[in-house]
């Protein structure tokens, strides 16, 4: 044993979602269609994933509208950046077993 104590296998499978929903943003709700639904760290990473998920979807569409103008030409690696950030900071977050909100984006809560 290293010192840390033991998580439950529960635990566990939820970090494992987590992770997995950070990498791949558009399975935010596969913690909320599981037994993980009434787990409170799994929600929180959930609505964490959700605000990315539409952060990248509001910032590409936003760069893709405003490529017309050739500053979308700009945003599209800012988003892309952003985006890849906030998702290793996540995953950051749940490795560590914390519920700590995404800078930025992480304020909103839209899952309950």
């Not at 994933?49 to 945003?75: E, K, M, R, Y």
């Amino acid at each position: 044993m290293d010192g840390q104590p033991m998580q439950s296998g529960g635990m566990e499978q939820n970090k494992i979602m987590a992770i997995l929903g950070y990498i791949i943003p558009f399975l935010f709700f596969i913690p909320l269609v599981t037994d993980a639904k009434t787990d409170a760290f799994a929600k929180f990473h959930a609505n964490q994933q959700l605000n990315l998920l539409l952060f990248g979807v509001v910032g590409w569409t936003l760069a893709s509208i405003l490529t017309a103008v050739v500053i979308g030409v700009l945003l599209f690696p800012i988003v892309s950046v952003a985006s890849l950030v906030f998702a290793v900071l996540g995953i950051i977050n749940v490795s560590k077993g914390e519920m700590k909100p995404l800078p930025l984006i992480g304020g909103f809560s839209l899952i309950k």
